[in-house]
T-cell receptor, first 117, second 115 residues
Framework: GAGVSQSPSNKVTEKGKDVELRCDPISGHTALYWYRQSLGQGLEFLIYFQGNSAPDKSGLPSDRFSAERTGGSVSTLTIQRTQQEDSAVYLC???????????????FGEGSRLTVL | DQQVKQNSPSLSVQEGRISILNCDYTNSMFDYFLWYKKYPAEGPTFLISISSIKDKNEDGRFTVFLNKSAKHLSLHIVPSQPGDSAVYFCAATSAGGTSYGKLTFGQGTILTVHP
């Protein structure tokens, strides 16, 4: 498709279970980001991938969170041993990123709504 | 520590009038600012941006003003249309960082434009 694709769109899980969220960025976009939006809050940066460089993981809230990006395209965000405070909408975004050519214009997917019971 | 704040959770405006959405920031390292718009069940979409070397940027009905000394920016929509009803997020970033895309967002303002 033309846009950023995320799956699943909704996920309900029990506390303590692991979840995987998938993101398929726009073709040709070298930069990929994960953000999350908790209820009533703004978007919170989680992690950033740029090409083959080591990812910027500075926003990950705990070591239960991890992400990988295979082949420079699809990314998976994994949350282990989910907690109720992990409930949020997880948004993936991609952009063209060539150093100073990246203006911060991110193209977001529709998000994956995670509910931890 | 909320580095980007949108103190008005909501704003209601009549169609054809001006909408003014406000945003304050605390981090003096921020030098690039953006507004995103979000409709329900959709991801945010980029609207307009401004570099700290400017104090105004216009794009059609949308104008963003930046007051660096006050660490304040605002988005003006003139004239407002019902289709502008959405959540508006202010975001900031630093050119000195590794990526412009590592954005710090405000909490959002829900704009409702009444016909």
């Amino acid at each position: 498709g033309a846009g950023v694709s995320q799956s699943p769109s909704n996920k309900v899980t029990e506390k303590g279970k692991d979840v995987e969220l998938r993101c398929d960025p726009i073709s040709g976009h070298t930069a990929l980001y994960w953000y999350r939006q908790s209820l009533g809050q703004g978007l919170e940066f989680l992690i950033y991938f740029q090409g083959n460089s080591a990812p910027d993981k500075s926003g990950l809230p705990s070591d239960r969170f991890s992400a990988e990006r295979t082949g420079g395209s699809v990314s998976t965000l994994t949350i282990q041993r989910t907690q109720q405070e992990d409930s949020a909408v997880y948004l993936c975004a991609s952009s063209l990123d060539h150093g100073g050519a990246n203006t911060g214009e991110l193209f977001f997917g529709e998000g994956s709504r995670l509910t931890v019971l | 520590d909320q580095q980007v704040k949108q103190n008005s959770p909501s704003l209601s405006v009549q169609e054809g009038r001006i909408s003014i959405l406000n945003c304050d920031y605390t981090n003096s390292m921020f030098d690039y600012f953006l507004w995103y718009k979000k409709y329900p069940a959709e991801g945010p979409t980029f609207l307009i941006s401004i570099s700290s070397i400017k104090d105004k940027n216009e794009d059609g009905r949308f104008t963003v003003f930046l007051n660096k000394s006050a660490k304040h920016l605002s988005l003006h929509i003139v004239p407002s249309q019902p289709g502008d009803s959405a959540v508006y997020f202010c975001a900031a970033t630093s050119a000195g960082g590794t990526s412009y895309g590592k954005l710090t967002f405000g909490q959002g303002t829900i704009l409702t434009v009444h016909p």
